[in-house]
Structures are given as C-alpha cells and as structure tokens.
C-alpha cells in the first residue's frame, strides 16, 4: 500500500511540474494501479463504513475546518482570488499528508480515491478559474468530497461542513 501511495504522490508530483493538473494525474494513477476503466463508486463495506485511520482524521478534519473558515466569505460571494487560492493551497497540503502517511488497508484505501480525486478537482477548480463563480463551484466541489467521506468512511464525531 506504501509503494501504491508513493506512486500516487510521485505522480501528483510530476503533473504539478509539468502543469497538468492534479485531478488528471489521479486519474491517471488510479487507473494504472488498479486497473480500473473508469472512476471507482464509492460503496459501503458490507453494509458498514470504511475504516479510518489517525492520520486520514486529521487531514479530513483539517480540511473540513478550512472550508468551513472560508464558507461565510464564499457564500456572500466576498472570497477573493486569493481566498480561493490559499484554500486550495491547504486543501492540497493535507491530501499530501494523508497520501504520505496512509496506513488503511488495500480495499479502504481503493474507496478513498474518489473522495480525494473530488478534492483535489475542488481545488484545480478553486486556482485554476478566472471568474469567482467558478471558484465557488471549486469550493461546492470539496464540501460534497467532504459530504461523501463522512457517508462511506467511519470517523468518530464527523460532522461535514455546514
């Protein structure tokens, strides 16, 4: 699972060289390791939720807390660019962190791969556009990756953003 997630960041890493952006350098990756055709759906474990881990907590956590920083400026269509961009900027960091430190187990992992393809299409969305309609819909992006995670996954007191 390491090495797989070595790959994904090794990969996340070469598009942001080359500019490509990071949703299409999941999807990518995905595919090459898997062998998938298509985007995974996100299903239940046997009727349950998937296993966390620690680390995966807290970049969630993180994450959520950001938006939810950010929501009132969104919302009023006040966020600047900037805004945006140091959203997106935190969003990215905490992916990386729990690429980097995952330790869930081959099939939870294979399920976390859509949330984290939302968020990191929220995010290229958030710095990307030039008009703050689209931003916003960068941030809408991430608060449902937000809304799924907490449906398939099982962290202890979650609560998505509101």
């Not at 929220?122 to 449906?151: F, P, W």
Request: aromatic share 6%; hydrophobic share 40%.
């Amino acid at each position: 699972m390491f090495t797989q997630w070595k790959k994904f960041i090794a990969t996340l890493s070469a598009a942001a060289l080359l500019g490509i952006g990071a949703t299409m350098a999941v999807a990518e990756e995905h595919h090459h390791t898997h062998g998938a055709t298509g985007a995974a759906q996100l299903t239940l474990n046997n009727g349950k939720k998937w296993t966390t881990d620690d680390n995966l907590r807290q970049g969630m956590s993180r994450i959520r807390d950001a938006l939810a920083a950010e929501l009132p400026a969104i919302r009023n269509s006040k966020a600047s660019a900037a805004q945006y961009h140091a959203l997106a900027k935190k969003v990215n960091e905490q992916v990386e962190f729990m690429v980097q430190n995952c330790k869930l187990d081959k099939d939870a992992d294979a399920m976390l791969h859509p949330v984290l393809t939302g968020l990191l299409a929220g995010a290229d969305a958030m710095t990307g556009q030039k008009s703050n309609k689209a931003r916003r819909h960068g941030a809408e992006k991430i608060a449902h990756a937000l809304e799924s995670y907490g449906a398939y996954f099982d962290h202890p007191d979650w609560h998505g953003v509101k």
